[in-house]
């Protein structure tokens, strides 16, 4: 079967997908064959040059017209928009992969987790960072127990594209649009990746204590005089108590000038523990063997998960290889009937988290998730 997927949205997610989608036949001769059918996207022009260089056949300007051609649905679209068609292609078991974070609410998010639950269709939330090779081969050492019991996790995720306050406002500037600025769009890939690594040993989170703050409180915005207020945050810190016990501190930013996308984790167990970060994603560093401190392994072998359909050892990965990953895992489950994971009850988890660090910055105190 040839499935015809639609994408809704067409600027940086779409072209992320996209370009997996146009790497699978060559790489992974395996995945299920796909055809870009159709892009949906409001501007017309610029949606015809996106159409073309994504090599979608078709084009339209309401999505609620393609559902009848399509087999697959891509949302990829600002996370106000995420809900109502995600909801209306599973009411018709057509399968989805929807963005992160799943909605701007966790009201939203969790009709979306409930239409999934009704339906009989894959619905995969787009947390691709569990698809490296390093964080893979982190969670085997985890689940095999060689750092013990699990005590602490440390993540960040620090950028730096809105520092100057002259950068331009965006629809994941608005709270309507968005939901949550640095804590949404950044701190749920922390989230969840903590969940996948070390979920299954600390449970879910607890307890969270969280704190928001916006630097610039208006910018720019592209293409008029005009400015726009700034309604979410910029940066977030958020202390956690897992159900285990075990404890976490967590930030992301937008505004810290000098990392540009240092997504990282750090996992400490009464044994061992390990650290990896996105700006060097074909390295973990592991501490297994006493005091040595942490020693940094090339997760690039042909062992290492994904890596035998790329290159031989030492011939490294990239960012967009966990688009490849993460399309080719959620192709097969669709083909297959599998389970897939991240799913949107996983997805729904995480906004849990995100809507009690909200209240907690609002409250100023701890509270359960
Ligand atoms: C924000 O700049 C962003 O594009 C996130 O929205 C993505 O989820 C992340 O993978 C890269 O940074």
Not at 39 to 47: F, N
Not at 111 to 124: L, V
Not at 282 to 307: C, H, K
Request: glycine share 8%.
């Amino acid at each position: 079967m040839t499935y015809n997927i639609g994408f809704i949205g067409y600027q940086f997610m779409s072209e992320a997908h996209g370009n997996a989608l146009n790497k699978l036949p060559m790489f992974f001769p395996d995945a299920p064959e796909t055809k870009r059918h159709v892009i949906v996207g409001r501007t017309e022009d610029a949606l015809e040059e996106a159409a073309d260089r994504l090599g979608f056949e078709h084009t339209a300007t309401d999505w609620r017209e393609i559902l009848d051609d399509i087999d697959i649905l891509y949302n990829l679209t600002p996370n106000s928009v995420h809900p109502e068609p995600s909801i209306a292609a599973l009411e018709r078991d057509i399968p989805v992969l929807c963005e992160k974070p799943l909605a701007p609410t966790l009201e939203g998010a969790e009709a979306m987790a409930e239409a999934a639950a009704e339906s009989d269709a894959t619905a995969a939330t787009a947390f691709n960072y569990r698809y490296i090779p390093a964080i893979q081969h982190a969670r085997k050492l985890i689940e095999a127990g060689e750092l013990g019991e699990i005590r602490q996790v440390r993540g960040h995720y620090l950028q730096d594209w809105l520092t100057d306050a002259e950068a331009p406002w965006s629809w994941r500037n608005d709270e309507e649009l968005a939901g949550s600025g640095a804590l949404g769009d950044l701190g749920a890939h922390t989230f969840d990746l903590t969940r996948y690594l070390v979920g299954d040993r600390v449970g879910e989170f607890d307890r969270v204590s969280g704190q928001l703050q916006t630097f610039v409180d208006e910018r720019p915005v592209p293409g008029t005089d005009e400015t726009r207020s700034v309604t979410v945050d910029d940066a977030y810190t958020a202390q956690v108590a897992f159900e285990s016990g075990a404890v976490g501190t967590f930030e992301a930013s937008r505004v810290t000038d000098g990392h540009k996308n240092d997504h990282s984790i750090a996992i400490y167990g009464s044994e061992g523990s390990l650290r990896f970060s996105l700006e060097r994603l074909n390295e973990l560093e592991v501490n297994l063997d006493g005091n040595r401190g942490f020693e940094t392994v090339l997760a690039t072998d042909p062992d290492d998960p994904y890596i035998g359909h790329w290159w031989p050892p030492g011939h490294v990965l990239g960012w967009e290889h966990t688009f490849v990953h993460e399309n080719y895992e959620f192709l097969m489950a669709v083909d297959n009937g599998d389970d897939y994971h991240p799913d949107f009850q996983d997805g729904v988890a995480v906004q849990r988290i995100l809507d009690a660090v909200e209240r907690s910055a609002e409250d100023s105190e701890w509270v359960a998730v």
